[in-house]
């Protein structure tokens, strides 16, 4: 099976990781899963339902997973956004909306953050929000990268030519389970889930994992 996950921009490609940690969680089957990468086009679409027929000639697939940070948009509007640059799709499509952005879900695993600045050992306060209150800082993005150089432990020069990478702290993350206290976290699972359903291929709650 393969799905195909269209974001927003390249650095979204760290959501992959939740997304195969759903997989294995819910789905009776694998997926292979494909980043649609349209920068390579020489002219990339720019309209969603322009960006999803994209997607689908370059990467088909059985499950397309389509991202969009809400921002300062409600969620409900980007969902309908989602569904209706996919209303002629005939495959499952899954809506992945965080409520300001992503980086709101990799706030929580303090140990994976230190390691992925590439000091495990730190002891520097991070000073992360609770994850109750991840979906409501103003800008998760901006608290993640300082959280990921404080952890760093660098100073100066090096600290100035640090790059924080969230691709590689998903990467690092074992566990997204914590994230089912957020409700745009439980929306994406549940659309997930519906999606596998319509595949025949939704684990019962009782199953083992593969």
Not at 78 to 105: F, G, Y
Request: glycine letters at 4%; aromatic letters at 6%.
């Amino acid at each position: 099976m393969r799905l195909t996950f269209l974001s927003d921009g390249a650095s979204d490609q760290a959501l992959l990781a939740i997304l195969r940690w759903l997989l294995r969680e819910r789905s009776t089957a694998f997926f292979q899963l494909d980043w649609a990468d349209l920068r390579r086009l020489h002219r990339p679409p720019s309209k969603l339902v322009e960006r999803v027929r994209r997607a689908l000639d370059l990467y088909p697939c059985n499950l397309l997973v389509i991202h969009r940070d809400a921002e300062r948009e409600p969620i409900e509007k980007r969902r309908e956004e989602i569904l209706d640059a996919t209303r002629d799709i005939h495959i499952p499509v899954v809506s992945l909306v965080p409520v300001r952005m992503q980086e709101a879900w990799f706030l929580f695993d303090e140990q994976a953050i230190r390691r992925a600045a590439g000091c495990p050992n730190g002891r520097k306060p991070l000073y992360l929000p609770p994850l109750k209150d991840a979906e409501t800082i103003p800008d998760p993005k901006q608290v993640l990268f300082e959280a990921l150089r404080t952890a760093s432990n660098l100073s100066g020069r090096r600290l100035k030519q640090f790059r924080p990478d969230v691709r590689r702290l998903a990467d690092l993350m074992d566990d997204f389970g914590p994230l089912r206290e957020l409700m745009a976290f439980r929306a994406l699972e549940e659309s997930l889930c519906n999606a596998l359903l319509t595949l025949g291929l939704l684990r019962s709650e009782g199953d083992s994992h593969q």
